[in-house]
């Protein structure tokens, strides 16, 4: 019994390691962490790129690990209300989001709330925290998991690495309908 939990953890860590290792190809960053480390680890890649204000909905999760309050005592305003007011000031946006695709390094945004469209496309620099456990290994995985949402949400959205575009002149751009940066960080023990 032992050993069959082992063999699954060690197979979910290959999974994230191919998450990541996907993820920073396109440009974003990938960091794996246990929930009690979560805020902590939001509140660091905040602090160490600059960014003093973020959005926030204050989900379940992040209310447990106390995220508002982790950041506000690292100096970071924090806005978990007037979303569409604040994210178009505010460096930063936290989403928790549904899914991830390991083969790509997506994340699956499957909400009918507006408000976390807004806080992973409006900001400079754009943190989605996946629960491991929602992260399937293929493209083709994914669709087998949305075709079984019962409903359906009003919004699904993939999410791969910063908006970038060669569409100016075929000179790749980055930022243009999105963040600026990414990361992605991978709950290991929900």
Do not use: W
Not at 27 to 44: P, Q, R
Request: glycine residues 8%.
């Amino acid at each position: 019994m032992k050993m069959r939990g082992h063999k699954y953890m060690e197979g979910k860590m290959e999974l994230f390691d191919t998450f990541a290792q996907n993820l920073e190809s396109v440009n974003g960053t990938c960091y794996k962490v246990s929930k009690n480390d979560l805020a902590e680890t939001v509140a660091k890649i905040y602090k160490d790129n600059a960014i003093a204000s973020t959005c926030m909905l204050e989900t379940d999760l992040a209310k447990e690990i106390g995220l508002s309050d982790c950041l506000k005592a690292n100096g970071i305003t924090v806005h978990t209300d007037h979303i569409r007011l604040n994210s178009e000031t505010d460096k930063g946006g936290i989403t928790e989001v549904a899914y991830g695709i390991a083969e790509l390094g997506s994340v699956i945004q499957a909400s009918d709330n507006v408000d976390t469209r807004l806080m992973a496309i409006m900001p400079d620099y754009y943190i989605g925290i996946v629960k491991g456990s929602t992260i399937v290994k293929t493209y083709d995985d994914m669709f087998d998991v949305l075709a079984e949402l019962k409903p359906f949400p009003k919004y699904v959205g993939f999410i791969t690495g910063p908006s970038r575009t060669a569409d100016i002149e075929c000179v790749g751009t980055v930022g243009v309908h999105g963040p600026l940066q990414m990361s992605i960080i991978i709950v290991t023990d929900l």
